[in-house]
């Protein structure tokens, strides 16, 4: 206990001076007195001195050992307390002021004379006495002496005697107390993987961290508490040895045995995947009570089946006549061989493939039922299933450790009545023993997949509108656009996302068009919904359009796009405007190049008025200061410019100064020619927007900038004969579209798929 810290009490203020006595006509006035001086402050107290510390003894019988459990692993405290601080001395009291001096007294007198000619004349006279001056303060009180400090106590002890049989008694400064080490965790078949349903292992280890040997009578018991996936029956409880002194570490004699929940529904999708855990547990007999180190120790570990289903994969779109091809695998995530044929283990392991009889997404989805005749199967090894209603199945003798198998078939629309837009729906089915009964297989996990009956693209010379399409597009849906837009006049093909894998408008076909083409001055309608995504509602339709395609479309070809349905994936703002900062922009060669930096607003809307629009089919400019594949001084059009020029972008930049962040303009080479000639200086490059006047420049600052920036990579040293050499070569590169269009006479086929997925 500490006490003390008791300040003195202040010491009194001194008495204020007497006045002193008032001037008069006779007398001058007295000084004040002396102020009385400060009283001495009190002196601080004492600090009290620290209560010793308690001397506990605990007296116990060997045999009664477990009541030690009762201080729950704590050693009370017997720490002597401190003694207390001293108290300050009080502080003095102030002098008192001295008195204040007589007060001056003043008066007048006054004198008549009478001259020669009986004038009186009187004169006024002014007396005074000086008054009394103030007197001392009086001197400030001593402050008084500090306390003294409190003396520390003695520190009191605790002792744990402990009683042996033969009468001796035996001293322990503490109790007893258990650290658990966790070591490992197995199943009893030797998969390495736990299991819904299965039985488990434990194996831990204690040491006695305490300053007493455990109990010698009493047993303590290792076991898991029960939680929602772990059970461990009180049979399963390992008793520890007894007499564990402290110090030592020991692995409990056999393994705890533990029961895993079990499931009885498969996984929709992905595979079946929970985190259990193991709460520790030491109980000591009789006493009931157990060690708080040992029950904050939790072991997280996966429960899951050692077999798993892959997502399926597949064409999920595909016209009539086409077969989507469908793939998935088995893969076995344990440490032994599984299946009815295994060596060590046989257990049955199938997978089934089910076609579900209700289809959806085409006319009358809610009630049409498949058929025989409808669609056909055929087997990866070519065999042809027409009745699919009781599906495929595939038994797997044995599949060896950590090693997976593909399973793999097509499936194809033979009905032509079946209408576009049709999902055929299936599911594949993992089907596994149980762990306790392995002869007895269960499904646990179920894999979707939906093939759906698609419109491929026919270009229509009429259609002045295209409108997008995707897996999860329904037949009465577009049924609806093709009436809506029948009564203003207008005409619509279609392109499906999943048929072709893509959108990409500027795409080349095999009969040499374009979307962009086809479309130039008409409409694009973008069915955004969701789509399926490997099994997962989560993708946005319009995330098949690339950065800043539909802006160009509208901006170089004058095509309307209205997105129909949600806003998910689409931003308007970074569709119509450049990044304005100082991020890379990945261009279609895969080269990295750095985006315009724009000083002010004024220069962004410069830039826009001038194309200085990083993306896709426009110049993609750069700052001066970067490494391209040529770089110089040149006139374009009568006025000087450092120009840069990038290969991969197509890409000509010109600026005020080499050291310069954003371009005065660029020059988009995708589609140009040269001219030059004799009597033409320098060279011109046509463009569809523009035509520019190249030539050298001869000034003197022309020559000052050779010399500053010679040293630059690919410096044009030749001046504009070499600009123009670069120039000619990447026009021999540049591919030509067709301006004239035909017919296309052929059927459609996957050919106007950029990617070719099917």
Not at 469 to 477: A, I, P, R, S
Request: with cysteine.
């Amino acid at each position: 206990m500490l006490i003390g810290m008791m300040k003195g009490g202040r010491g009194g203020d001194g008495a204020t001076g007497a006045r002193g006595r008032d001037a008069t006509q006779t007398s001058s006035g007295t000084n004040g007195s002396r102020g009385g001086d400060g009283g001495r402050g009190g002196d601080g107290g004492d600090g009290g001195d620290g209560g010793n510390g308690a001397i506990s003894t605990v007296h116990v019988n060997q045999e009664d050992m477990d009541l030690v459990m009762l201080l729950r692993q704590i050693v009370p405290p017997t720490s002597g307390g401190k003694g207390g601080s001293a108290g300050v001395g009080g502080d003095g009291g102030r002098g008192g002021m001295g008195g204040s001096g007589g007060s001056s007294y003043s008066w007048t007198t006054q004198t008549s004379q009478t001259d020669n000619n009986g004038a009186t004349r009187y004169t006024t006279h002014h007396h005074s006495n000086p008054g009394g001056f103030s007197g001392t303060s009086g001197i400030n009180g001593a402050s008084g002496h500090n306390g003294r400090c409190g003396r520390h106590a003695l520190d009191g002890t605790f002792n744990l005697n402990v009683r042996r049989p033969t009468g001796e008694e035996v001293v322990y400064k503490g109790p007893y107390d258990l650290q658990l080490f966790f070591e490992h965790l197995v199943d009893t078949v030797g998969y390495n993987v736990v299991e819904p349903g299965s039985d488990i292992k434990v194996t831990v280890s204690h040491q006695n961290v305490g300053s007493m040997p455990t109990p010698s009578h009493q047993l303590i018991h290792s076991f898991v508490a029960n939680n929602d996936w772990v059970k461990c029956p009180e049979e399963n409880r390992v008793p520890m040895q007894q007499w564990i002194e402290p110090g030592i570490r020991l692995r409990i004699d056999k393994p705890i045995m533990c029961q895993i929940s079990d499931v009885t529904q498969p996984s929709y999708g992905d595979p079946f995947l929970v985190v259990g855990q193991l709460q520790h547990v030491a109980l000591v007999d009789r006493v009931n009570q157990d060690f708080g180190r040992v029950r904050k120790e939790h072991t997280p570990f996966n429960i899951e089946f050692p077999v798993q289903a892959s997502t399926i994969k597949g064409a999920q779109s595909i016209m009539a006549g086409e077969e989507a091809p469908i793939v998935f695998s088995i893969k076995n995530k344990s440490t032994l061989s599984i299946g009815a044929g295994a060596d060590q283990v046989p257990r049955v392991l199938a997978t089934t493939l089910h076609i579900l009889p209700s289809t959806s997404g085409g006319k009358n989805a809610e009630t049409e039922q498949l058929s025989l005749g409808d669609i056909r199967l055929r087997t990866a090894d070519g065999n042809i299933i027409d009745n699919i209603i009781p599906g495929l199945q595939s038994q797997i003798s044995a599949l060896p450790p950590s090693d997976s198998q593909y399973f793999a078939c097509t499936l194809e629309f033979t009905n032509p009545e079946i209408k576009p837009y049709t999902r055929v729906r299936m599911e594949a089915c993992l089907h596994l023993g149980h762990v306790k009964d392995m002869s007895k297989a269960r499904n646990i996990q179920v894999r979707p997949f939906e093939v759906q009956k698609a419109e491929g693209y026919t270009k229509d010379e009429y259609a002045d509108t295209l409108l997008i399409v995707n897996n999860k597009t329904e037949y009465d849906e577009v049924v609806a656009w093709r009436k809506q837009l029948g009564k203003i006049g207008s005409r619509f093909a279609v392109w499906n996302l999943h048929l072709y894998g893509d959108l990409a408008l500027d795409h080349i076909r095999a009969d040499g068009h374009s979307l962009l083409k086809d479309f130039q001055g008409g409409t694009i309608i973008f069915l955004n919904n969701l789509c399926l995504r490997d099994e997962k509602l989560d993708q946005s339709a319009i995330e098949f359009a690339r950065g800043r395609e539909l802006f160009l479309a509208a901006r170089d070809h004058g095509i309307h796009t209205l997105i129909f349905g949600s806003q998910r994936g689409f931003d308007f703002t970074r569709e119509i405007l450049p990044a304005i900062n100082s991020a890379c922009s990945t261009v279609a060669s895969g080269e990295n190049v750095k985006i315009v930096y724009f000083k002010s607003s004024r220069k962004l809307l410069t830039g826009l008025r001038k194309r200085i629009l990083p993306g896709q089919n426009s110049a993609a400019p750069h700052p001066a200061v970067i490494d391209t594949d040529l770089c110089g001084p040149l006139k374009i059009n009568k006025k000087k410019y450092w120009c840069t020029l990038s290969v991969s972008t197509r890409t000509l930049c010109y600026f005020k100064s080499g050291n310069q962040q954003y371009p005065e303009g660029s020059i988009y080479l995708g589609n140009f020619s040269l001219l030059a000639s004799p009597d033409l200086p320098g060279f011109k490059i046509s463009t569809p927007q523009k035509t520019y006047h190249l030539v050298d420049v001869s000034t003197k600052q022309a020559k000052t900038k050779l010399l500053r920036y010679s040293m630059r990579r690919n410096f044009a040293k030749d001046g504009a004969r070499q600009w123009f050499e670069k120039l000619s070569r990447l026009r021999s590169n540049t591919r030509q579209v067709p301006i004239s269009f035909s017919p296309i006479l052929a059927p459609p086929s996957d050919e106007n798929s950029p990617t070719n997925t099917n």
